[in-house]
């Protein structure tokens, strides 16, 4: 392989085979830079030494598919490349085959590359033969081949479950499938294998995994595919505690082996209402500061009317004091940031500026001035500092001052490379209100197991009720999210109706399951890790197509093969499907 020669090899002859990177001709003498998934060598042709190799290499052009051999030397002290691996070395060729030539690529082959991202995913085949992207998915892979292992030896069997499945209401939207055989029936593609996973467990495998595709019809975001894969883990006879404790192991093992990272154990736990209380998110990036703090108590008897109705309604005011950010932010970044908390719902930001001889603020004149000292003794602002307030609803507030606080991180340029901190978020609610459907829905899955001690809410106040659900965070990412699941028919019957699910519906979706739970089923929980996610954390980037091979763009089209497309008649009548014009 091109970037495996090594200085051992000096003297031997040896066969090497792939792309040309570049070609320089230097008058009777011609470099040509060969390149394969392992790297670069330089391979040299003298028209002195060998006319016929020579004539053949003046001919070559980037990206033509070659053979050749040659005797391995050390290069000359002052042509050796530091940016390669074989660069102290080349290789003298005597025979040159071209096995393919090429057109002139529409990207260039290089890390460098400056193409837009629709023109690369078009013509990906030569995007993916690019170092970096060679790279990105030689640690997906082994990524995925050290948990194979590593649950291998925690005695996890891997068992592959079915993709054409029944279609279920299980949340997000499913991919359908039309069955030829049954006109007018259809399969779905699974969101996640949780249905299988639990009646596994009631087939006695009690630690199942598998590294499985599953698919949601959702719009797409940078972190986000209709497709993804999934790292599914299922376990019998257990608790969170279990659960949190193996895959904790397994994670920071492998951090420990990709990056040499040290992740301290166990990890640190917080509980969902923590998390949005002092981060504004249930994925709180722990890396830095700017928490939000509650400044309700300091403005009880205001008369101030955009803080006194959010608390008269019920809703919630807290404020972030972003150090130093009084002296760094100009005003026009200041206003910047009221529109910024718009995005999320919030009809506007309050803002203090702290200095040594004032407060500089728009709201001032409507505080009294033990309502201001109040206020910076609960955020504890200091000379040089901006306290940002917003007062509305819980969920707005806690969904524009975590968007906030992320904002104010990236504008104060925080270094946080080298930085990972994991957390445990626990006791999520487990149903949430949907205002559109009238009806409550699970935060999770309908299969999530509420604690034991909130069950009897479910009857009088099913939004206060908590799940024994758990999501492993990193560095304001959810990588993995999991939960004990409901193993009693009754419970997991009660659960439906709360969810609105009248018996028979619920007996037609999930009677299988059901049914199963009839002949003696063990607690179980699990999680499930997103790989491509993993992966991306690993590599530092952010755009999950650099860790897929092929991806979709945001509208789930394939640039490089035009799917989805149009099907044929013939095919449509077979699966007995009239299109409608729309």
Known sequence: MCGKITEEQVGDTVKL?????????????????????????????????????????????????????????????????DNITTGTLEVLCNKVEVLDQAQTPPIYIDDNDTSKESVRLKYRYLDLRKSRMHQNMKVRHQVSKFIRNYLDDEGFMEVETPFLTKPTPEGARSFLVPSRVQKGNFFALPQSPQLFKQILMVA???????????????????????????????????????????????IASLFKEMLDVDVELPMRR??????????????????????????????????????????????????????????????REIDALVEYVKIYRAKGLAWIRVTEEEVKSPIEKFLTETEINDILVKTDAQPGDLVLIV???QDVVWDSLGALRLEIARKMELDLSGKYEFAWIT????????????????????????KPEDIDLMDTDPLKVRARAYDMVLNGAEIGGGSIRIHNKDLQQKLFETLGFS?????????FLLEAFQYGTPPHGGIAFGLDRLVMQIL???????????????????????????????????????????
């Open 17 to 81: 085979s792939g792309w040309v990177q570049n070609r320089r001709d230097l008058g009777g003498v011609v470099f040509i830079d060969l390149r394969d998934r392992t790297g670069i060598v330089q391979l040299v042709f003298n028209s002195e030494t060998d006319k016929n190799a020579f004539l053949v290499a003046d001919r070559l052009r980037s990206e033509y598919v070659v053979q050749v051999e040659g005797v391995v030397v050390e290069r000359d002290p002052d042509n050796v490349n």
């Open 204 to 250: 006695g495998f009690d630690r199942y995994y598998q590294i499985v595709k599953c698919f949601r019809d959702e719009d797409l975001r940078q972190d986000r595919q209709p497709e993804f894969t999934q790292v599914d883990i299922e376990l019998s006879f257990v608790d969170e505690n279990d659960v949190m404790a193996i895959n904790e192991g397994m």
């Open 270 to 331: 917080m509980t969902y209402l923590d998390a949005m209380n002092r981060f504004g998110s249930d994925k709180p990036d722990l890396r830095f500061g700017l928490e939000l703090m509650d400044i309700k108590d300091a403005l009880q008897d205001t008369g101030f009317k955009v803080f006194a109705d959010a608390i008269a309604k019920g809703g919630d005011v807290r404020a972030i004091n972003a150090k130093g950010c009084g002296d760094a932010f100009s005003r």
């Open 391 to 393: 007062a509305d609803k």
């Open 427 to 450: 006791d999520f609610p487990l149903l949430e209100y949907d205002e559109e459907e009238k009806r409550y829905v699970a935060k999770h899955h309908p299969f999530t197991s509420p």
């Open 503 to 511: 018996e028979e519906r619920a007996s037609e979706n999930f009677g």
């Open 540 to 582: 530092h980037t952010e755009n999950i197509r650099d860790v897929i091979a092929f991806p979709k763009t945001q509208n789930h089209s394939c640039p490089m093969t035009n799917a989805p497309d149009e099907a044929e008649m013939a095919r449509l009548e077979e699966l007995g499907l009239i299109l409608k014009k729309i």
